[in-house]
């Protein structure tokens, strides 16, 4: 099946810092990923879609500027917390759809725990 | 509005059986996913229905009733292991996946 790999799995940060969570199909191309936030005892909330070579698709009430996304090659896929903050502190996943037109099957990174102190 | 709404939390016996419900309202649909998610970690596939019927896979089972909006998962031979979230998805006409909040699945011996 395919993989998804996330980078990294921990990080512990300092209140101002920002953090880079990468994503990456390791033997798939995936033109589109989804990066998604999931607190403690609740389901996964979809953040954003990322579109390799544009830009990404933000949910409302996302802020694009604070949650920035690269999707450079068909590959990887990046999310920057950008001056992170107590209340960033999450279980960040990504996922990438694999399969046909008819069925796609989204594969999940292992994902990343945040914790900002 | 699109939603998907599944029990937040279901108590079983180990070497039983039991059901997780799943409704749905969404924009279009291209499918049902069962996801199994233990704490901490990433959400694991269990099964995909995009007809309707029953489709089974060793000791879990998947229904869809794309008319009643419904599906099930039916886990049998309960383990202790089993104890996870199960999360019900529905792909909509965007192939955009929507999810549910989860099933809690508490496995007593």
């Known amino acids: 099946g395919a993989v998804v790999s996330q980078h990294p799995s921990r990080v512990i940060c300092k209140s101002g810092t920002s953090v880079k969570i990468e994503c990456r199909s390791l033997?798939?191309?995936?033109?589109?990923m989804f990066w998604y936030r999931q607190f403690p005892k609740q389901s996964l909330m979809l953040m954003a879609t990322?579109?390799?070579?544009?830009?990404?698709?933000?949910e409302q009430g996302v802020e694009k500027d604070k949650f920035l996304i690269n999707h450079a090659s068909l590959t990887l896929s990046t999310l920057t917390v950008t001056s992170a903050h107590p209340e960033d502190s999450s279980f960040y996943i990504c996922?990438?759809?694999?399969?046909?037109?008819?069925?796609?099957?989204?594969?999940f990174g292992p994902g990343t725990r945040l914790t900002v102190l | 509005g699109q939603n998907i709404d599944q029990p937040t939390e279901m108590t079983a016996t180990e070497g039983a059986i039991v059901q997780i419900n799943c409704t749905y309202q969404?924009?279009?649909?291209?499918?049902l996913f069962w996801y199994q998610q233990h704490a901490g970690e990433a959400p694991t596939f269990l099964s995909y229905?995009?007809l309707d019927g029953l489709e089974e896979k060793g000791r879990f089972s998947s229904f869809l009733s794309r008319s009643k909006g419904y599906s099930y998962l039916l886990l049998k031979e309960l383990q202790m292991k089993d104890s996870a979230s199960y999360l019900c998805?529905?792909?909509?006409?965007?192939?955009?996946?929507?999810w549910g909040a989860g099933t809690k699945l508490i496995i007593k011996p």
């Open positions: 033997d798939f191309q995936a033109t589109t």
């Open positions: 229905n995009v």
């Open positions: 996922s990438a759809p694999y399969g046909t037109s008819d069925y796609n099957e989204q594969f």
């Open positions: 990322s579109n390799e070579g544009s830009k990404a698709t933000y």
């Open positions: 998805a529905v792909s909509d006409s965007n192939y955009q996946l929507i």
């Open positions: 969404t924009s279009g649909f291209n499918g």
